[in-house]
């Protein structure tokens, strides 16, 4: 079993960056692929950035790529997500999750946290 709880959302201004938190608790974190979703109001959630185990496999979606990064620390069962340059249309609930592939789609994540707000004003 895998518990993840999100932190570190906010209202902020365009332009300015804030780091997203995911802690987990539960002995498979290590092996796991880490994802980060995202979920504005009145749309479907969608995929933003994930990486595998060890760090050696990210991706990202096309609207973050460059502005975002993922990244983890296995010793301390968190995985993480700069984001930078942040836009209104970044404006969502992000989630992070945990799953066995690095694949886009919310199917191949069985974990999921509740969620953090993250608001940009223009």
């Known amino acids: 079993q895998v518990q993840l709880v999100e932190s570190g959302g906010g209202l902020v201004q365009a332009g300015d960056s804030l780091r997203l938190s995911c802690a987990a608790s539960?002995?498979?974190?290590?092996?796991?692929?880490m994802g980060w979703f995202r979920q504005a109001p009145g749309k479907e959630r969608e995929f933003v950035a994930t990486m595998n185990w060890n760090g050696g496999i990210t991706d990202y979606a096309d609207s973050v790529k460059g502005r975002f990064t993922i990244s983890r620390d296995n010793a301390k069962q968190t995985v993480y997500l700069q984001m930078n340059s942040l836009k209104p249309e970044d404006t969502a609930v992000y989630y992070c999750?945990?799953?066995?592939?690095?694949?886009?789609?919310?199917?191949?994540?069985?974990?999921w946290g509740q969620g953090t707000q993250v608001t940009v004003s223009s």
């Open positions: 539960g002995r498979t974190f290590g092996r796991r692929v």
């Open positions: 999750a945990g799953g066995w592939s690095t694949a886009h789609s919310m199917g191949a994540y069985d974990y």
